[in-house]
């Protein structure tokens, strides 16, 4: 008797699939095990490793979907799901969690912490008020950072963050989004001979270096977050990019910038008229969820320059068009407003012009050294 209710527990293990999870609050239970825990505990008791590219989100906070899921059905069955026994991603995880109600979100990019020591190294001042000045004006600022002992990996669109260290307030002061690939060039520090891998960074935030996000706060918001890094050029992963970019977007909605502070502007004669205008807050977390999910290029015509790409909403935000990586293109400036034009609709990722006579592509580039 013993032995064949053995056998039938174990025929019962393996008839277990993914489709047996249907209860949200096993869900819940599975994240609250990871919250007591702390992710690396998790992952390494359930045996799964670190997302790719799915994510739960879950009250400001986001968990590696694969393994939440495994989890919850052990908290729903009392059997678990190794990793080996079912899928992740679209065909597995993501829609089952999205069935029971759950939101899950994409990060295909990593992204680079980079470091910024002001006792070694002063950033001129004029040059960071030019950069505050094109942010505030809609755009970004482009600026050379090094990337410290990382001589490769980074990629045109990885998200970066910029730490401040070396002061009594350290914390993140800066994001933006790579421009360029590494390259060696010009060792920041006057006394070196040998150049240092460094990257373009166009910068969509930098505040005062008294406003920076603490790195106590970073700590405890995003999983595994060290206590220091040394030498900058740490990679972050899916998971770390996610948590660290919500809890910096809402320290930008919350940080109080004094007027004394703000990039001065030149002195023109002064003209009013008074206008109610709607500014879109989220613009800017739409374009690093677009950069982060698709190619760093215009969709029709494949310009490349990531400091001009716009973030354009297929079905449009005034008709409450949600800003999500599907209903999401990068545009550059020109096909932007063509298309908010209705010059042309996005049929998947083809531009269907209303009139092909007005059809244009951005103008073809000069080969090196020539003009």
Not at 46 to 68: Q, T, V
Not at 229 to 258: F, R
Not at 336 to 358: E, I, N, Q
């Amino acid at each position: 008797m013993v032995r064949s209710l053995a056998v039938f527990r174990l025929a019962e293990r393996f008839l277990m699939t993914l489709k047996d999870l249907t209860d949200p609050q096993a869900v819940v239970r599975a994240m609250e095990e990871c919250d007591r825990v702390g992710r690396s505990t998790f992952l390494q008791t359930h045996g799964f490793g670190p997302a790719d590219e799915y994510f739960l989100a879950h009250k400001g906070r986001f968990y590696d979907s694969k393994a939440i899921a495994g989890a919850a059905h052990l908290h729903q069955t009392g059997i678990p799901l190794s990793n080996s026994e079912f899928v992740g991603g679209l065909h597995g995880a993501v829609p089952r969690l999205r069935g029971l109600g759950f939101e899950i979100v994409s990060q295909r990019r990593g992204s680079y912490v980079l470091l910024w020591n002001p006792t070694r190294w002063e950033w001129d001042e004029t040059r960071r008020q030019e950069i505050r000045q094109s942010i505030e004006a809609g755009g970004t600022g482009v600026a050379p950072w090094s990337t410290g002992s990382r001589k490769k990996d980074i990629q045109v669109g990885d998200r970066i963050f910029l730490f401040i260290v070396g002061q009594s307030e350290r914390g993140l002061v800066a994001s933006g989004h790579a421009a360029s690939s590494i390259y060696l060039d010009q060792h920041w520090a006057a006394d070196h001979d040998e150049r240092a891998p460094t990257i373009s960074v166009a910068w969509d935030n930098l505040l005062d270096a008294k406003l920076v996000l603490p790195w106590g706060e970073v700590q405890q918001a995003v999983p595994e977050f060290r206590d220091s890094y040394q030498g900058g050029g740490i990679k972050l992963d899916g998971l770390q990019t996610l948590s660290l970019d919500a809890l910096w977007q809402g320290h930008l909605d919350t940080a109080s910038v004094p007027a004394s502070q703000r990039a001065a502007t030149p002195e023109i004669e002064a003209s009013y008229s008074y206008v109610i205008a709607k500014k879109r807050n989220h613009q800017k977390q739409f374009r690093s969820k677009l950069l982060a999910f698709y190619e760093p290029k215009c969709d029709v015509c494949g310009f490349d320059q990531i400091e001009i790409l716009e973030a354009a909403h297929i079905v449009p935000d005034s008709q409450d068009g949600p800003s999500t990586v599907e209903n999401g293109r990068l545009l550059c400036p020109n096909h932007h407003r063509a298309h908010d034009a209705l010059l042309f609709r996005m049929d998947g990722h083809h531009a269907v012009w209303a009139d092909p006579s007005t059809e244009f592509l951005a103008p073809a580039r000069p080969a090196p050294g020539t003009k």
